[in-house]
């Protein structure tokens, strides 16, 4: 006998979705975001005030860096959190095609990071 929706269903006010695995850590990740928009701007107003080029190419690789580290980051948590949380699939027919997915989902981001 199959269970019914209202078996299924989470507790109203509750969400159905786990959270992402740098849920954890948001508010890290939105402060280092903050930080880099703010060197952004820092870049914009250098080039609008006609600074040294080198000086300017300087800060465009620590933002570059500081993206690379938000970037590595965010890997590192679908790794720990949604590849870990696919080997946990308690139907086997389904976890192995479930951390294909998510393994595949790191190599894709990685590779987008090494353009």
């Known amino acids: 006998m ?14 159905p979705t786990p959270p992402h695995g740098y849920t954890a850590n948001k508010d890290a ?27 300017v190419l300087t800060q ?6 500081a993206l690379h580290a938000v970037s590595l ?15 946990g699939e308690p139907d086997p027919a389904l976890r192995a095609e479930a951390i294909d997915i998510k393994v595949k989902e790191a190599a894709e981001a990685i590779g987008r990071l090494l353009r």
């Open 2 to 15: 199959e269970p019914s929706q209202e078996t299924l269903s989470p507790p109203s006010g509750t969400d």
């Open 29 to 55: 990740y939105l402060r280092r975001l903050k930080r880099i928009e703010g060197q952004v701007r820092g870049i914009a107003r250098m080039v609008d005030e006609d600074k040294y080029c080198i000086d």
């Open 60 to 65: 465009v690789a620590a933002v570059t860096k």
């Open 73 to 87: 980051g965010l890997v590192e948590e679908h790794i720990g959190h949604c590849v870990v949380g696919a080997a």
